[in-house]
C-alpha cells in the first residue's frame, strides 16, 4: 500500500498546487482504506483492520512531511569489482528513493534511500547493516531511513523513523570487505563447500532457504530440496 501510495505521490507531484496534491492524497487514502476493506482480497478480518486503519494513520502522522519521493521499488544493478576473470555485481531494490533536507546543512537537499521495516517493539536497527551500506554505496548517499510500522494500538508508536548517516570512509569499508566476500563465496564455490552462516532474519522476514538449513540430516534435505525447490528455468537477469 505504502508502493502504491507513494508512487502516487510522485505522479501527482508537478501536476498541482501543494494544497491540490493534498486533496487528492486524501482521496487516494480513502480509496486504499477500502481497498484494505474489501471481503475478497484473501485477508482475514483482523489483517484488513489493520491495514485499513494503518493507512490512514501513516497518512495523518506524516501529512507534512517533507519527504520528496523521486523513485519506489527501484531495482538496480552496480559492478562492485570487476578483473580479467571476474565481475562482481550487487543488486536490490529499495522501497523509495527520497529528496530530503540535509540534517547537517537545512539550506541544501540530499539523496536519501529509505526501506520500510517492521517492528514490534521500539528498538532501532543498527547503522552498521549489510543492506543499508550496499543501498547507500549504489545510490552515491551517505543518507539513509528506516521507516518503521509497528503493531502497537497507540499510532504514535506504531510509525516511526530512524535517519541515518554512514561516511563516505564507513561506505568504501562495507564496499572492500563485500569484495573480499565475493571472492570467498567463489573460493566456495570452487571447493562446493557451503557452510551456513547461522545468521538467518527474524520473524518478518525469514529465509527462503530455512527448511533446506535447518533439516536434521542429509535424507531430510533431500525431500526438502525435491518437495519446495526446482531450478530457476532461465537465466538470472540484473536490473
Ligand atoms: S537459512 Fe538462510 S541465512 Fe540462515 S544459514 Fe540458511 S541460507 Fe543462511
Avoid at 80 to 101: A, Q, S, V
Avoid at 139 to 144: D, E, R, S
Wanted: glycine content about 4%; overall charge positive; proline content about 3%.
Amino acid at each position: 500500500m505504502l508502493e502504491i501510495y507513494y508512487r502516487y505521490k510522485i505522479s501527482i507531484k508537478d501536476k498541482y498546487p501543494i494544497q491540490k496534491q493534498l486533496e487528492r492524497m486524501a482521496t487516494l487514502v480513502q480509496r486504499l482504506r477500502k481497498c484494505a476493506d474489501n471481503e475478497d482480497n484473501g485477508f482475514d478480518d483482523e489483517t484488513r483492520n489493520l491495514l485499513a486503519t494503518r493507512i490512514v494513520a501513516y497518512y495523518k502522522r506524516y501529512l507534512n512531511e517533507d519527504w520528496e519521493p523521486l523513485g519506489v521499488e527501484v531495482g538496480f544493478s552496480i559492478i562492485l569489482y570487476e578483473d580479467k576473470y571476474n565481475i562482481f555485481i550487487y543488486e536490490g531494490r529499495p522501497d523509495r528513493i527520497l529528496r530530503i533536507k540535509d540534517p547537517f546543512n537545512p539550506g541544501r537537499r540530499v539523496i536519501c534511500v529509505s526501506d520500510d521495516k517492521t517492528r514490534g517493539r521500539n528498538d532501532d536497527l543498527i547503522d552498521y547493516n549489510n543492506q543499508v551500506n550496499g543501498y547507500l554505496v549504489a545510490a552515491k548517499t551517505n543518507w539513509f531511513v528506516y521507516n518503521y510500522m509497528g503493531k502497537q494500538k497507540d499510532t504514535q508508536k506504531a510509525f516511526d523513523r530512524q535517519l541515518v548517516h554512514r561516511s563516505d570512509i564507513a561506505l568504501e569499508k562495507w564496499k572492500q570487505t563485500t569484495i573480499k566476500w565475493y571472492f570467498k563465496i567463489l573460493a566456495d564455490r570452487n571447493r562446493e563447500e557451503f557452510l551456513e552462516s547461522m545468521q538467518c532474519p527474524g520473524e518478518y522476514s525469514a529465509c527462503e532457504f530455512l527448511s533446506l538449513c535447518s533439516s536434521k540430516d542429509d535424507r531430510e534435505y533431500n525431500a526438502v530440496m525435491n518437495a519446495k525447490f526446482k531450478k530457476r528455468p532461465e537465466a538470472r537477469k540484473s536490473w
